[in-house]
């Protein structure tokens, strides 16, 4: 009957309002995790457990100069890091994280700073690995930068403090009517 066909139809309409609400709350979630991903200075790069780059935020791209068209690539033809791809054979390999500082192998007089963990679904299972990768290169200047101007004022006032010392004990040994 008709009353049946409506009850159904209404039915099927609600359904597709509800369905059509998670799709929007789904794509809102997900714009939301690629604008924080995007944000980050930090690099972030995603594989699967082949090695094949699964994404990589702004940060990545800008840093070893990736493009959109590598997703799905092994990570060894896209980079020349030997470093990162050994963290992310020992993660893949033993579950634990990994972390390194190292001097670039691909970009000249870069020192980078990686972390490498496991990539795991929703059920905890291992699907890959994450790369997130710094620049430390400013960093370790200015560290090195610091300590040379620390041992360089500790140097150019102990000379000082020295001859003043020196002429200190040299008026203690003289009497005191001693002109």
Same mark, same amino acid.
């Given at each position: #009957?008709?009353?049946?066909?409506?009850?159904?139809?209404?039915?099927?309409?609600? *359904?597709?309002?509800?369905? !059509? =609400?998670?799709?929007?709350?789904? $794509? @809102?979630?997900?714009?939301?995790?690629?604008?924080? +991903?995007?944000?980050?200075?930090?690099?972030?790069?995603?594989?699967? /457990?082949? &090695?094949?780059?699964?994404?990589?935020?702004?940060?990545? $791209?800008?840093?070893?100069?990736?493009?959109?068209?590598? &997703?799905?690539?092994?990570?060894?033809?896209?980079?020349?890091?030997?470093? +990162?791809?050994? *963290?992310?054979? *020992?993660?893949?390999?033993?579950?634990?994280?990994?972390?390194? /500082?190292?001097?670039?192998?691909?970009? @000249?007089?870069?020192?980078?700073?990686?972390? !490498? $963990?496991?990539?795991?679904? @929703?059920?905890?299972?291992?699907?890959? !690995?994450?790369? %997130?990768? =710094?620049?430390?290169?400013?960093?370790?200047?200015?560290?090195? *930068?610091?300590? =040379?101007?620390?041992?360089?004022?500790?140097?150019? %006032?102990?000379?000082?403090?020295?001859?003043?010392? #020196?002429?200190?004990?040299? +008026?203690?040994?003289?009497?005191?009517?001693? $002109?």
């Amino acid at each position: #009957g008709d009353a049946e066909w409506d009850r159904l139809t209404i039915s099927l309409n609600r *359904m597709a309002r509800q369905i !059509a =609400d998670q799709l929007r709350s789904l $794509e @809102a979630q997900r714009l939301q995790q690629r604008s924080i +991903l995007e944000s980050m200075g930090s690099s972030v790069i995603a594989l699967d /457990e082949n &090695h094949r780059l699964l994404s990589a935020n702004r940060g990545a $791209e800008q840093l070893f100069g990736l493009s959109r068209d590598d &997703h799905g690539r092994l990570l060894q033809e896209v980079l020349r890091e030997p470093e +990162l791809h050994q *963290m992310v054979e *020992m993660v893949l390999d033993d579950g634990f994280r990994k972390s390194r /500082e190292f001097e670039s192998a691909a970009l @000249a007089n870069k020192r980078l700073s990686a972390i !490498a $963990e496991q990539l795991v679904d @929703a059920d905890r299972k291992p699907i890959g !690995a994450v790369l %997130l990768v =710094d620049d430390v290169t400013d960093i370790r200047r200015l560290e090195s *930068m610091r300590s =040379d101007f620390a041992a360089n004022v500790s140097h150019e %006032l102990r000379t000082p403090i020295t001859n003043i010392r #020196g002429y200190v004990e040299t +008026l203690q040994e003289i009497p005191l009517g001693d $002109e």
